[in-house]
């Protein structure tokens, strides 16, 4: 069974940037497609990009395109999402999700338990 | 992207059927057989129910079942329960390689 862990609460202030981290375990982790989600509170999912950990290809959401960068350490089995910039609208509940392709693409199989991240001077 | 539309809200009494749509464009919902379904309790991750349209995971419930016409999916609960009760996002993959959710349902058992 794929198991998803993500890092903890983080408080930053406005114009701060932000690292959070996914360790997948269970799985051959470089065949895996890590995505990133997010939820404002009391709103809707929102996603916001993907990287392929195979070959470390990511894709953007337009939205987030230029202020959210995702990267990968295999060795680590871990990925990593930052986003840069901060400001109040950003604060919210970031979760990673495992595409792990066991039964085809484009759906997220396994979600780690949420990252919240606090904007706040 | 624009979010993918749901009805904000759904209920029934225990043992209905409701159902749920995600309505999406050509470019999402009606380009893919790639639309998925999420439950969400709250304060607890989504879970994955349906992907490919009408695949349900191993574990999900075959009280759940999903369909497609178009550029609207569908979700149906049927025999509805306590349990249910949740919030229900779609999702889908578009013609622009990334994906987009929908504005989510609440379902609410009577």
């Known amino acids: 069974q794929v198991q998803v862990v993500q890092s903890g609460a983080e408080v930053k202030k406005p114009g701060a940037s932000v690292k959070v981290s996914c360790k997948a375990s269970?799985?051959?982790?470089?065949?895996?497609?890590i995505q990133w989600v997010r939820q404002a509170p009391g709103q809707r999912l929102e996603w916001m990009g993907w990287?392929?950990?195979?070959?470390?290809?990511?894709k953007y959401s337009p939205k987030f395109q230029g202020r959210v960068t995702i990267s990968r350490d295999t060795s680590a089995s871990t990925a990593y999402m930052e986003v840069s910039s901060l400001t109040s609208e950003d604060t919210a509940v970031y979760y990673c999700?495992?595409?792990?392709?066991?039964?085809?693409?484009?759906?997220?199989?396994?979600w780690g338990q949420g990252t919240p991240v606090t904007v706040s001077s | 992207q624009s979010a993918l539309t749901q009805p904000a809200s759904v209920s029934g009494s225990p043992g209905q059927s409701i159902t749920i749509s995600c309505t999406g464009t050509?470019?999402?919902?009606?380009?893919?057989?790639?639309v998925s379904w999420y439950q969400q309790h709250p304060g607890k991750a989504p879970k994955l129910m349906i992907y490919?349209?009408?695949n349900r995971p191993s574990g999900v419930s075959n009280r759940l079942s999903g369909s497609k016409s178009g550029n609207t999916a569908s979700l149906t609960i049927s025999g509805l329960q306590a349990e249910d009760e949740a919030d229900y996002y779609c999702?889908?993959?578009?013609?622009?390689?990334?994906?987009?959710f929908g504005t989510g349902t609440t379902v609410t058992v009577l």
């Open positions: 990287i392929i950990v195979g070959n470390g290809n990511t």
């Open positions: 269970g799985n051959t982790f470089t065949r895996n497609a």
């Open positions: 050509s470019s999402d919902v009606g380009a893919y057989n790639r």
């Open positions: 999700a495992i595409e792990t392709y066991a039964t085809g693409c484009c759906h997220f199989d396994y």
């Open positions: 490919d349209v009408s």
């Open positions: 999702s889908s993959y578009t013609t622009s390689t990334t994906y987009v």
